[in-house]
């Protein structure tokens, strides 16, 4: 299963970027999807997921209000739009992919796929 994360770029403080996450060939109905990021000074951090059984959602604290995940399973594709973003959300952004549970977690471990990574920069 490949997926592909798409979006990333330079924004300024308070600005929005919204990444997507494709994977084709694969339908993702009922895969939960999530979004992990990290940085050269930090383990790779938990951000957002999304339930394919009852598509709840579920946040990092610091980015609840300010991010929303969304799916798409027509097109196979996993959103995150992010709002009001701050230099402390400059990272690399990952997608992933669990296909073995009926919720989604917050756990990296628990997810089987990887995308390779899409940069995020936010200038202050």
């Known amino acids: 299963v490949q997926l592909q994360a798409s979006g990333g770029g330079l924004v300024q403080s308070g600005g929005s970027l919204s990444l997507s996450c494709a994977v084709p060939g694969h339908a993702i109905s009922t895969y939960n999807m999530g979004w992990f990021r990290q940085t050269p000074a930090k383990t790779r951090e938990f951000v957002a997921a999304i339930s394919w059984r009852d598509v709840n959602q579920y946040y990092q604290t610091s980015v609840k209000g300010r991010f929303s995940i969304s799916r798409d399973n027509a097109k196979n594709t996993v959103y995150l739009q992010m709002n009001s973003l701050k230099p402390e959300d400059t990272a690399v952004y990952y997608c992933?992919?669990?296909?073995?549970?009926?919720?989604?977690?917050?756990?990296?471990?628990?997810?089987?796929?990887w995308g390779r990574g899409t940069q995020v920069t936010v200038s202050s």
């Open positions: 992933a992919a669990d296909v073995n549970a009926p919720l989604a977690s917050v756990r990296q471990y628990d997810y089987e796929y």
